[in-house]
Nanobody
Framework: QVQLVESGGGLVQAGGSLRLSCAVS????????MGWFRQAPGKEREFVAA????????YYADSVKGRLTISRDNAKNTVYLQMNSLKPEDTAVYYC????????????????WGQGTQVTVSS
C-alpha cells in the first residue's frame, strides 16, 4: 500500500511564500512520476505541476509558471512544491499524486493520492 502525506500548508498573505511537501511511503518512490493538483471551493480539481521519475523534467499549468516550482528528493521519498508570489486565487486544497506512467496533467492517470493540505492566501 502506497501512502502519500502532504504537509506545509497554511495561511499566508498575498505575495508570500509556502513550501509544500509530500512524503511517500515504500521503497519504490523513484518509479513514480509525481504531480501536484489543487481544488478550490466549488471548482473541479486542477493540474498544477508534475515531475518525472528522475526529476529531470517538469511541467506546469500556465497559471503558476514562474511562481511555483516542483522538485523531488528520491533519497527522502519526498516531492516538494515551492510556492512564491502567492495570489488569493491560489487558495485551494493542494494534493500530491503518484503515477506509474509518464508525468501527466490528467487526474485519471494517477494511481495514488494524498489527503490534501489547505493553502489560504489573504489579500
Amino acid at each position: 500500500q502506497v501512502q502519500l502525506v502532504e504537509s506545509g500548508g497554511g495561511l499566508v498573505q498575498a505575495g508570500g511564500s509556502l513550501r509544500l511537501s509530500c512524503a511517500v511511503s515504500g521503497r519504490t518512490f523513484s518509479r513514480y512520476a509525481m504531480g501536484w493538483f489543487r481544488q478550490a471551493p466549488g471548482k473541479e480539481r486542477e493540474f498544477v505541476a508534475a515531475i518525472s521519475r528522475s526529476g529531470g523534467n517538469t511541467y506546469y499549468a500556465d497559471s503558476v509558471k514562474g511562481r511555483l516550482t516542483i522538485s523531488r528528493d528520491n533519497a527522502k521519498n519526498t516531492v516538494y512544491l515551492q510556492m512564491n508570489s502567492l495570489k488569493p486565487e491560489d487558495t485551494a486544497v493542494y494534493y500530491c499524486a503518484a503515477t506509474y506512467l509518464v508525468p501527466t496533467k490528467k487526474l485519471g492517470e494517477y494511481d495514488y493520492w494524498g489527503q490534501g493540505t489547505q493553502v489560504t492566501v489573504s489579500s
